[in-house]
């Protein structure tokens, strides 16, 4: 039986993935004190497809890692910026000369692969670490309900995966997720840039309407907020195509076909404002945009933009809303 670590349980994410793994493997929670005790003390629920249940089990506090124990995998579920997380956890991993897990990094944008294989080169040298870039697409939430906290999703699970480094077969990766019931979408090594544009295009859509305070379908039947929207996505489309990028259609999410629809005259596009606006909302089940990682969303775009010296006003401004 596999042996999986889950840095940052408590979060939505690392809870997620820690429930959906543990009849699967042998998983343990790895987070702060804070959420830990949280934990031990019955405080944190996952509610998936209608049912409730008690998040319990193997835990490890951050301070007394890696605990001795050798680890096939470790998901690295937290927050931007990556690179001071994984030189935490790898360095304490080398010093210990313990199995060097694979890596599995699931945060958005398009920073975290570089920022992670780079630190994992400083400590390990010239000893490639197998290294797997995750794209989730189910929205996961988060409420506080009488001092417990509650982390809802929908089953199954969907996500795209690409092998981004290292001496692994990715069957062995895609067995292992759908045997654990995940709806896995294998991309290429070579597109494993591309698929962090594509998810990047499905996650900037609402971060303007969210900046006002609005969820994405109040913000579409909005002249203002609409043409914000439709305006912050062309800028973006824009960048990734002097970047060498491009986009990929993913199941149920066809990013390539979007990314020529917004491109249309606006004036054919206004019309459907409130249709697009509805759809969007419903296909995230109605949760709002978190703005805590908006540097990692119109950040990265004003970033690129400034790069290949393409303007980005719309995406400037947006940001500016939240930054200022």
């Known amino acids: 039986m596999k042996k999986i670590g889950i840095i940052g349980i408590g979060g939505r994410t690392g809870t997620m993935f ?36 008690l998040i319990e089990g193997n835990l490890i506090d951050e301070i007394q890692f890696p605990a001795g124990i050798d680890l096939d995998f470790l998901f690295l579920a937290v927050k931007n910026p990556v690179g001071p997380v994984v030189r935490f956890y790898y360095q304490k991993i080398k010093e210990k000369n313990l199995k060097i897990p694979t890596l599995f990094l699931s945060q958005n944008g398009i920073e975290a692969n570089d920022e992670a294989t780079s630190v994992l080169k400083e400590i390990f040298r010239e000893k490639e670490i197998p290294v797997f870039r995750i794209s989730l697409f189910n929205p996961v939430d988060k ?4 001092n417990n906290s509650y982390i809802s999703y929908s089953l199954p699970i969907k996500i795209a995966v690409a092998k981004i480094s290292g001496p692994i077969d990715e069957k062995e990766i895609t067995d292992f997720f759908e045997k654990a019931g995940f ?6 090594r070579k597109e494993a ?30 002249r203002e907020g609409f043409l914000e929207e439709i305006g912050a996505i062309r800028e973006y489309i824009k960048v990734v195509k ?46 709002m945009k978190d703005l805590d990682e908006i540097d990692y969303y119109n ?12 303007q980005t006003p719309i995406n400037k401004k947006i940001l500016g809303r939240i930054k200022t």
């Open 299 to 310: 950040g990265v775009v004003v970033k690129l933009g400034e790069k290949f010296k393409i």
């Open 18 to 53: 820690y429930s959906e793994f543990k009849n699967k493997a042998q998983v343990f929670g790895i987070g702060k004190h804070f959420d830990i005790d949280l934990i031990k003390n019955k405080k944190i629920f996952v509610k998936k497809n209608g049912k409730e249940e």
């Open 183 to 188: 709806e896995i979408f294998s991309i290429p």
């Open 143 to 146: 409420k506080i309900l009488n």
């Open 242 to 287: 002097v970047a060498g990028g491009k986009f990929l259609n993913f199941p149920g999410y066809p990013v390539k076909l979007l990314s020529s629809i917004f491109f249309l005259p606006i004036f054919l596009l206004f019309p459907f404002r409130k249709i697009f606006g509805k759809l969007i909302e419903k296909g995230r089940e109605g949760k």
């Open 193 to 222: 840039k591309n698929m962090e544009y594509s998810k990047l295009f499905l996650n900037l859509i609402g971060m303007a309407s969210a900046t006002r305070g609005l969820s994405v379908s109040q913000g579409f039947s909005k």
